[in-house]
C-alpha cells in the first residue's frame, strides 16, 4: 500500500483544515487507517485512527471534539476534518495503515506510511 498524504498549509489560529491521504492498491478496506503528528525533536504522536468500515474512529484527548477523521473505501482515501486549530497543533501531520484487527495508538503496530503534510497554525 503507498499512500499520499495532503492538504497540508499554513493556517490562523481557530480556522479548519482538511487533510486527506489517498492509497493506492485494491485492498485499502482491509486497513485500519491512522493520522499522526510530528514536530521537530519530539516523537511521533497519536492523533486519530479508523477502523477498516469506518464504523469506529478512536482520537487523542488533545484534538477530541475538533478534529474528525472519516474514510471514503470507495476513493481510497481517509480524511481528517481539523476545526478550531490551535498553536500547538502545529506538526508534520503523517497517514498510516495498519493490517491488524485492533484499532491502535501506537505507531508502531502500523505497517505502511505516508509522507508528512505540514500544518502550520499561527497564534
Known amino acids: 500500500v503507498q499512500l499520499q498524504a495532503s492538504g497540508g498549509g499554513l493556517v490562523q489560529a481557530g480556522d479548519s483544515l482538511r487533510l486527506s491521504c489517498a492509497a493506492s492498491?485494491?485492498?485499502?478496506?482491509?486497513?485500519?487507517m491512522g493520522w499522526f503528528r510530528q514536530t521537530p525533536g519530539k516523537e511521533l504522536e497519536f492523533v486519530a485512527t479508523?477502523?477498516?468500515?469506518?464504523?469506529?474512529?478512536i482520537y487523542a484527548d488533545s484534538v477530541k471534539g475538533r478534529f474528525t477523521m472519516s474514510r471514503d473505501n470507495a476513493k481510497n482515501t481517509v480524511y481528517l476534518q481539523m476545526n478550531s486549530l490551535k498553536p500547538e497543533d502545529t506538526a508534520a501531520y503523517y497517514c498510516?495503515?495498519?493490517?491488524?484487527?485492533?484499532?491502535?495508538?501506537?505507531?508502531?503496530?502500523?505497517?505502511?506510511w505516508g509522507q508528512g503534510t505540514q500544518v502550520t497554525v499561527s497564534s
Open positions: 479508523i477502523s477498516r468500515s469506518g464504523g469506529t474512529t
Open positions: 498510516a495503515a495498519d493490517s491488524s484487527t485492533m484499532l491502535s495508538r501506537r505507531a508502531t503496530q502500523y505497517d505502511y
Open positions: 492498491g485494491r485492498t485499502f478496506s482491509m486497513y485500519a
